[in-house]
């Protein structure tokens, strides 16, 4: 089977004349977990809003052979295009096992649908496990901790068989112990999937990167490996005054960009 690609030829985004995506240009090949980066505002968010249908651009954007611009949000998720959003979305009431059993629908043969289903499908079983939460199948989604919360929301794209995820800020108020879970996870899924991570948290991207693209004012300022990236003076430049990573819920003290980018250890 062939491999998996991402391409994105000269995506631009307008909102009422304001220019957020300025002409993108982005190649993601199988297997890469790509962390996607740059100031508030850059355009990360519309990025993958465009990705997924979720926004109008222009430009070409083409998922392993097939033109996902111009197509439905739902067509683009059966092309194997999943994502998660910058706030949790679940429901409540349902347990963990029956958001997975949902996101399968979406992907489910018809034919399979109207088979009668005895006990857990080993698809669902082996989201559960990859994801950890085997022994959380019957709980509601409503009361996991916030980091099940998140594993979750990434095992529902699993379910639906997605191919390429793309993650907006996924540890995000995780503690420590959370974030290296989410870590080993994201490694386990990109073995032989695509994962394209927006994340702020410049420590967790130094630990698990395998390539980082800086986005600025709606372009790519830079492309590379952390090391790369973090020695370009463009990218320095970008940060300057900005303060990364974004303040968000937790206990970490907000960095300022010179310890961020100069590598400090910690
Ligand atoms: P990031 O995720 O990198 O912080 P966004 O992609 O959310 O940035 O936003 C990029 C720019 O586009 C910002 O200036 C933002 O205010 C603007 N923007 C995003 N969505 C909309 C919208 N629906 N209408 C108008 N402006 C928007
Ligand atoms: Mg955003």
Redesign the pocket.
Known sequence: MAEDYLQLDDVRVS??G?V?LAGVDLTVLQSDLRFLI?P????????IDAITGLTASTGLIDFSGNRLDGRRVAQIARLGVGRTFQTASLFEELTVLQHLDIAAGSARRPLSLLRRRRGLPSELGEVLELIGLTDRAATPAGVLPHGEKRWLEIGMLLAQRSRLLLLDEPVAGMSAAEKERTGALLQRIAEDRSVII?EHDMDFMRAYAKSVSV?ARGRVLAEGTVAEVQANPEVQQAYLGTPIPEPVEGPEPVEGPDQVLAGREA
Not at 40 to 47: D, I, V
């Open positions: 909102f009422d304001f957020a740059g508030n505002g850059a355009g990360k968010t519309t990025l927006v986005l």
